[in-house]
C-alpha cells in the first residue's frame, strides 16, 4: 500500500520538475521571505532560512529572486506580510486533511479551500477535529543508489535521527522536530544527494482508500496543492501501489 509518504515524494519531484511552469517560485520566497522574518536574513545563522534557500536552488530558482525574498523578509526591501495558517478537513472517502498555508488574507484563503472542498463533495472541518490524527516529525529522503545504508543509519543516528526507514528505491530518515536541522546537516555534510528534506505532518493512523477513490483524493490533493496560498497538504489515506503508479503514468 502506498500512503502520504509516497505521494509526498511524487509532489516534491513534480515540483522540482515543474518550477519554471507554475506558481512554484512564489510559494518558496513566501517561505524565505517567512523564514528570513522570523530568524534573521543570514542563512548561516538561521537553519529554517538555510533549509528554504536549499530548497530554491534545488528548483533553479533564480538567486536575484532569493536575495529579494530574503530582503522583503528582513524589512530591507518593503513588502507584502505572510502569516501562517492550518486548515483541517476532510477529503473523499472520509481522509483527513491538514492544509498549511502562508497567506495575506486568510479570509481570501478559507474561502478558496471552501470552495475547492465543496466542488469535490467535501468540507472543511473545526480546528481540533484532524490534528491528533498527526504528529510533527522531520523527513529527509535519500535515493538508495548514492548511499550506503549502514554508513547513513550510524551518522543519522548519531546526529539524532529516530529512524532510516528503506522504501522502494528511497531511504527515509525520520526524527524529532527539534533534531532535524542536526541530522539534515550531518547527512548534507558527507556529501549524500538529498531529495527531499522538511519537518512535516506524519499520520499515526491510516485510512484505506479504495480504487475508485483513490483518483478523487489525489485529484483534490493536487487542486489544494495548486493554490497559491498552500505550502504544504498532508493527509491520512492508503491507496494501492499499483493505482498510484496507474495515476502517476
Known amino acids: 500500500m502506498a500512503g502520504h509518504s509516497k505521494w509526498a515524494n511524487r509532489v516534491h519531484r513534480k515540483t522540482r520538475q515543474d518550477a519554471k511552469r507554475s506558481n512554484t517560485f512564489a510559494k518558496m520566497a513566501r517561505l524565505i521571505m517567512l523564514a528570513a522574518r522570523e530568524g534573521g536574513g543570514n542563512p548561516d545563522m538561521n537553519p529554517r532560512l538555510r533549509l528554504a534557500i536549499d530548497k530554491a536552488r534545488a528548483a533553479e530558482m533564480p538567486m536575484e529572486n532569493i536575495e529579494n525574498a530574503i530582503k ?8 507584502v506580510n505572510y502569516e501562517t495558517a492550518i486548515y483541517e478537513g476532510y477529503g473523499p472517502a472520509g481522509v ?3 492544509i498549511e498555508c502562508l497567506t495575506d488574507n ?7 479551500l471552501r470552495s475547492i472542498l465543496r466542488k469535490a463533495g467535501c468540507n472543511l472541518a473545526e480546528a481540533g477535529a484532524v490534528a491528533w490524527m498527526f504528529e510533527q516529525k522531520g523527513v529527509i529522503t535519500i535515493p538508495k543508489a548514492g548511499a550506503d545504508y549502514d554508513e ?30 542536526a541530522v539534515y546537516e550531518a547527512l548534507k555534510g558527507m556529501g549524500l544527494q ?21 483518483p478523487r483524493v489525489l485529484k483534490l490533493l493536487d487542486t489544494i496543492n495548486d493554490n497559491d ?5 498532508y493527509s491520512n489515506f492508503e491507496i494501492s501501489d499499483e493505482v498510484l503508479e496507474k495515476l502517476e503514468a
Request: no cysteine; hydrophobic share 40%.
Open 72 to 79: 522583503r523578509g528582513t524589512g530591507e526591501v518593503e513588502g
Open 96 to 98: 483527513a486533511l491538514m
Open 106 to 112: 486568510k479570509t481570501r484563503t478559507v474561502a478558496d
Open 152 to 181: 547513513l543509519f550510524m551518522a543519522a543516528v548519531d546526529a539524532g535521527a529516530e529512524d532510516v526507514i528503506e522504501e522502494d528505491e528511497m531511504l527515509e530518515v525520520r526524527t524529532e522536530p527539534k533534531a532535524f536541522n
Open 194 to 214: 538529498i531529495e527531499r528534506a522538511e519537518v512535516t505532518m506524519i499520520p499515526t493512523a491510516t485510512k484505506e482508500v479504495s480504487d475508485e477513490d483513490a
Open 229 to 233: 496560498d498552500v505550502q504544504q497538504v
